[in-house]
């Protein structure tokens, strides 16, 4: 079972705080998933300093293969010392899934992880051994697809504590209103920030600890293929557009001629548009079968930089949110390969005389170079990419 993995987490600061205190990091790659949420002693910059240096550890050490016990051992002996209670501490939880849905968590000092499945949130069993003299929690288990797997720092539930509620928002009554919301709200983002807005409210908006809440929904892959530009030799057309049909998943074709070879093989109809959404991206055509038919080498470049504001793991949730009320091709363009786990592009390497007019900018003189730097961009967000020529 391949597995694939959406991440969302929000921070709020301690009232009259500039920084917050908790920290999240978290890598996605082909292999697995990792996340690390910390929460330093105290607050303000001497907390931000303590999370932050143990986000980066963690992260760092764990994505180069060390184990548990090298990678706690390294935190404790790094982390500065506090003046006043001459203690270098911050709690931590660490997450990781791979590809195939085998899990496993450390928890230090943080509140239990919650398992929201199939409507239930269910308390995880583990065990505890000590680590560089400190006892971490360890769970090892199966996830299932649509599991959201939820972490928050303990400002979570000390919240309302001496005020709304005497002992705080308790770990049980997080989970019975995590169930009641799940009902109605199915996103991830939306439940985060539900459980957000709930600890704010009970801090009667002056939080008095920083609170994060970090989420990991396990999804099935989301495959997207994309055929951009006409092959080197013609007689490979029908065997471009079979790959492109048979892929699972969404079906995109960026360029003219491309599109005309798509048409032409699968004997459709190119509806072409002539409004322009933008008027600096050429409008999108249709043809039946393809979800999204654009101009090329314009369109593809945009896409580049409109994508490089998500290359930060945690979702941009404004800029999306942006990016959805945008329907020019460069801006549906960024939105499939964004909902993407799995993109494959068919790139042809036939030469378009028109890219190697001397007017155009230099960034758009190969297309070749352009989709490069798009499944660079889209490396660094964790996404499963392959290039087949043709």
């Given at each position: ?41 105290g607050s303000g910059v001497k907390a931000n300093i303590l999370s932050t240096l143990t986000t980066k550890i963690a992260v760092t050490m764990l994505c180069q293969g060390s184990s548990i016990e ?321």
């Open positions: 079972m391949d597995i694939r993995t959406e991440l969302y987490w929000e921070s709020v600061n301690k009232y009259g705080e500039e920084l917050c205190g908790d920290k999240t990091e978290a890598v996605q790659s082909p292999e697995e998933t990792i996340m690390v949420m910390a929460d330093g002693l090298e990678t706690v051992e390294t935190i404790m002996a790094t982390l500065p010392i506090c003046k006043v209670r001459k203690i270098a501490y911050s709690t931590f939880t660490i997450i990781r899934v791979d590809y195939k849905g085998n899990c496993y968590i450390a928890e230090y000092g943080n509140p239990p992880v919650m398992l929201l499945r199939e409507g239930r949130v269910l308390k995880l069993n583990g065990s505890t051994r000590e680590i560089a003299g400190k006892e971490v929690k360890e769970y090892r288990f199966k996830v299932q697809r649509n599991d959201i797997l939820i972490a928050m720092s303990d400002g979570v539930v000390h919240a309302g504590v001496g005020g709304i509620l005497n002992l705080g928002w308790q770990w049980q009554n997080i989970a019975e209103y995590i169930e009641k919301v799940s009902k109605v709200e199915t996103t991830m983002v939306s439940l985060v920030k539900l459980l957000s807005t709930a600890t704010m409210n009970f801090y009667m908006d002056k939080p008095g600890d920083d609170a994060t809440i970090a989420a990991i929904k396990i999804i099935s892959p989301q495959c997207v293929t994309v055929f951009a530009g006409p092959p080197q030799n013609p007689e490979d057309d029908e065997k471009v557009v079979n790959q492109l049909i048979e892929n699972p998943g969404k079906k995109i074709v960026c360029g003219g001629t491309a599109a005309q070879i798509v048409a032409r093989v699968l004997e459709r109809e190119i509806k072409t548009s002539t409004y322009f959404v933008d008027p600096t991206i050429p409008p999108t055509a249709k043809i039946d079968g393809i979800d999204l038919v654009t101009e090329g080498v314009l369109t593809l470049d945009r896409a580049c930089k409109l994508l490089t504001r998500f290359v930060d793991t945690k979702v941009q949730y404004k800029e999306l949110r942006k990016l959805e009320q945008q329907k020019d091709g460069a801006s549906r363009l960024a939105r499939l390969l964004l909902d993407a786990t799995d993109i494959t592009f068919l790139l042809g390497r036939a030469i378009n005389p028109a890219h190697q007019n001397p007017d155009f900018p230099k960034n758009l003189s190969i297309k070749l170079n352009i989709v490069k730097e798009l499944v660079d961009i889209l490396d660094k967000m964790g996404k499963h990419t392959e290039i087949v020529y043709y």
